[in-house]
């Protein structure tokens, strides 16, 4: 467990200090470009972000993306998230829990609800842990401490096998996620982590009752890379073969929406701008997460960081006024063209 | 007011000294190429580049873009400009002219028919100021003013937005506009200012009545760019995700030209050379315009802008005679290819 | 006959202290993406590598491709390699056996039987021998020398056509190709050293009744480069013009399992990485070799070669469970698509 | 006439110490790739470069192309490249002969017969000069001068109106070089000087009887760029614009051969080396030009300029060879991709 808490802020340290960036691979979203609309026929003050998810009506249709919890240090960092969400009204998703399971000390670094009571809040555990011992139960048990209106599952094949004890065994998970999501009394969703999820795999979960995917796809962090730093020589040297894995989260986001016209579908994987945001929304994205790209203010100058989130929110408004889009509903495929 | 002459002056100082340009974003004119011709079977000397634009016979299928007026060295300028125009043959279009409106003092600084007594004279206006109280009676008044062949509206959304205090009202326009083209005593013209105009948008314009349409594309100045140097923080930093915004001036003609036969068509934005004219005129321009390229002269070395003016045509002529057209009506599709 | 074997190790010192990659040419791995599978369903530990070649059971589906043998130091790196060979499971080329028929002295460089007891030996010889007076029982004494599993016979015309007194008659080698294969006691394969054999070639030899044939494909090494720095001045300027000759790696995999569908097929030429060997396999390959990727640590540092060898097999690995794939065989070209 | 006189010796001045390689496009060879033959069946003593051209037997199919003439120095070039011609067996083209028709003082710069007796020798002028009082006599008194094979007649519009006084009346020119073909006692033939000749055009000269086109293409040097040299300074300047016009040779020669079956055609225009040579051939070319790439050694090292020569003849065959091609009739198509 020790393991597992240093683990997480060592991440932090690594994705901030690190040059972890994927090679050879981008997010795709600048093989889109919009359409300009000179003449947009709207008010730029009657653009509205606002959007609901998890029976939550939300400000805007972003989300701080899982990262962290279960040390001092990350603690202060999702609070530091959490405070900057409920004043943007961005939805808040907190680090694996895992490491809360057995260590009742950490559940603090967890409890954001006093610092985020109106946003919907997701707790994250990997999907791999259904393998490992956890169950219906924990799961109960996390969404509980956390006052959580979901969990996230998160799917990282690629990162385990590049940890030097990683789990590894990723055999009958489908199953298992589809039962944890029919029994869990909130909604269940299931996400990457940076490598992305297709069209066919999400049309799978979905099937299974699984409520909201992330894509997390690739041409943001590298995890294998990420990981690399912290594993046996043999393992580092391999992840120069695997900078270029992965989907691209823009080709995710119009694979699944190709597939399943209508499950919640949240974009995330090295976006980095409100336009990256608009470009996600028009191929077919509810919602975007943004994960390293906060992290920085909100270790370094959390004074900081409710600007950035508020800059997010302005691009992407400044995008929809630029193709004359009002609400995030209206903010279609028709305002996008693939260039490259 | 005083912030209206004062920007327009501070758009001159900043265009010419920082770099502006948009980044991952091109003209498109790279992307076709004129078909040599090895035998012209024409004589270099009958080329001509004889027009017409607004009832006037122009010696150039070319026109001075709409930049400025409104204070003393702006004044200056727009003499410049107006002077080398009448002398090339060029068509002249002025800055806006909504600073005329209410302050009396600045007239001259817009009456450029003593420099130009042969050539079309168009004077600009914001389309955005119809939705502030401009209506009618103010158009006919600048007009008379400037003695105008033609008024020509811009369309600027993401520019108002990227003001501190921009106008970011587009609703209801189109309407305002039709009306005002039917009524106005000189034709109405609409532009953008650098993110292009797009077919279906021109053939609205055109069927409302408007006369001539300048798609005022990008791969040029990005005025998202020019903007944040004179706005706040958040606005400066979110400049850096529209560096590539719009539609490629090369794009806009193509598209325009699609979808209306007949409308008569001006392309400008980020042209560089009579090459670029030429290009432009094969995919279906009327007239070609230049803003940037000649303002550095026009501002530093009065006495070469005549020149350069001469250098545009004189390129304009080497390209028709390298495919072998002697006017510019038979200056057509066939002559070029798109190669990338 | 001194010549053949200095030849050879000049090509060791060539190829690991001078530039001879081709230049404007590439493997084309880089052209193929592996669709991510998030969500493998398999357990890390129950990917198998194994694989049958020449009736033995390989661990690997790798090779040591034909690299080098006949003096005292390419001996020694015979006998790292096959005692590396033996230990990870891959199956062992030596290079060109030549030098060994009329020179016994040069025998044991070749004879790696007792390095390597389980796993496949193959011999190595210029298919251009059969038109220099090696026949049948030549072919059979060194098959006896080195007690191999099989003949390979390497295509190179124009590594031939760069070496100033090479052997330059291809004529009529399909022929005795042919009636070699049919007549010898193991089975004869047929190999380029790095441009590359095509589908239609490929297909006429295994109707010729070559039992396996190794595209040893572009991308890595130019032969003609390597032997420009042995040659005549003339030649050497000559050899700048095909620094870009041949058909990529990945291009001959593919175009070969087009026109063949069974056919035995190894994938070599270039490679540098488990992940090229997983897009070898997935584009239709049974075996991938190495050859000067493994070739400084077989020089410099020997103890370090079964580590590179291991690594190799671990991103092979990698790569299976990154797309969900248990088996060599089940590593098919649904998980791969074409990026570029 | 002193002007075209230094003219012509500024120009091989220009090319050899400025950079005057267009920029923006190339000649499209290296979009073009041979498809490796691994097993050619061919003897590589048995390929043969023998072509035939104006009725004599040359033992290639290459042309040095039409460069200089005219005064002392370049006389001498002229002898350089006369004599490595015949020794090579190259067909030997010389620079205009406009000069000679009134200055019988340079004729003896123009008489290379003596140094190669059996190579075809073509002279050259410019096609605009039968706008400007030159007809059939002088072309007659030219082929006397030279003991010329046939008269090859450049199309250089662009290059004309790049001179400040040039002859730019390009109009009716097709009728007189039918006129003249027709009746001139030796062949005609049709050349660019480096912006290159277009399918339907070669189709239109080759119906009034012109007996063979060498496409000139571009890729290598830009005309415009080398009078620019030697201009005013805003052609000076126009220059920049045109330094990517023009048709690639590889387009050329493509196109020119789809649109006519069977005229004999040249390619030339950067050519570099054999490949190129050979490429040229299987994309349709009977013959291929080399013109400033033979400049410098005759100029500086004439001992070395039939070395190479020598290196393209091999270039050329190492080409043949490399696809299996036993004579230049044989080298078609087939043996050649398209990869851009
Ligand atoms: C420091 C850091 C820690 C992370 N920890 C987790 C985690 O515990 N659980 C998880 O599902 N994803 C984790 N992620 C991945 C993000 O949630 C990622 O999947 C998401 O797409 C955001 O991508 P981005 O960082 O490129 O914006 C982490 C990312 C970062 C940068
Ligand atoms: C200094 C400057 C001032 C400008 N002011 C105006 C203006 O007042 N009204 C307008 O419609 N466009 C204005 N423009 C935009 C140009 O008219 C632009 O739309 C046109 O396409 C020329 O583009 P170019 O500068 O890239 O050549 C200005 C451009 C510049 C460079
Ligand atoms: C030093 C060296 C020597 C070689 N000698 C031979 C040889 O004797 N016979 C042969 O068929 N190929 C020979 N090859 C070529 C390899 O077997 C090559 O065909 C194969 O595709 C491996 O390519 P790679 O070196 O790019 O991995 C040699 C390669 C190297 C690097
Ligand atoms: C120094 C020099 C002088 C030339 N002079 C002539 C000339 O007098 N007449 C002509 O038709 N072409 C002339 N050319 C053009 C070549 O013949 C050119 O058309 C041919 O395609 C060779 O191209 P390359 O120089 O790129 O090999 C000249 C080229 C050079 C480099």
Known sequence: QQDTKQRKAEHVQIVLN??????GITTGFE??????????????????????????????????????????????????????AQERGWALALGSMRVAIENPETHATFQMRPF???????????????????????????????????????LNP?????????????????????????????PVGVKEVGWGIHGSLAKQLYDCGVHFIDVAGAGGTSWSQVESFRSTPILKRAADAFLDWGIPTADCIYDVRKKVLNGFLIASGGLQSGVDVAKSIALGANLAGFGRFLLRDAVDEPSKLVERMAQVELELKLAMFG?????????GHKFINRIG
């Open 18 to 23: 690190e040059d972890v960036t994927g090679k």
């Open 323 to 331: 193709v004359g889009a009002v609400t995030i509903d209206s903010l």
């Open 31 to 84: 093989r889109y470009r919009f359409e300009h609309q000179a003449l947009p026929e709207i008010d730029f003050d009657s653009i509205s972000l606002q959007t609901n998810f998890l029976d939550k009506t939300l400000a805007t249709p972003l989300l701080v993306s899982s990262m962290t919890g279960g040390t001092h240090e990350t603690g202060n960092i999702n609070r530091v998230l959490a405070t900057a």
């Open 158 to 186: 690629m990162q385990e096998v590049f940890q030097p004890n990683g789990d590894t065994n990723f055999a009958g998970l489908l199953q298992k996620i589809e039962a944890l999501s029919k029994k869990l009394d909130v």
């Open 116 to 154: 985020a009571p109106d946003i919907p809040i997701l707790i994250n555990l990997g999907a791999i842990q259904l393998n490992r011992g956890i169950g219906l139960d924990q799961c109960r048990q996390i969404v509980e401490i956390a006052d959580a209106d979901a969990l996230i599952l998160h």
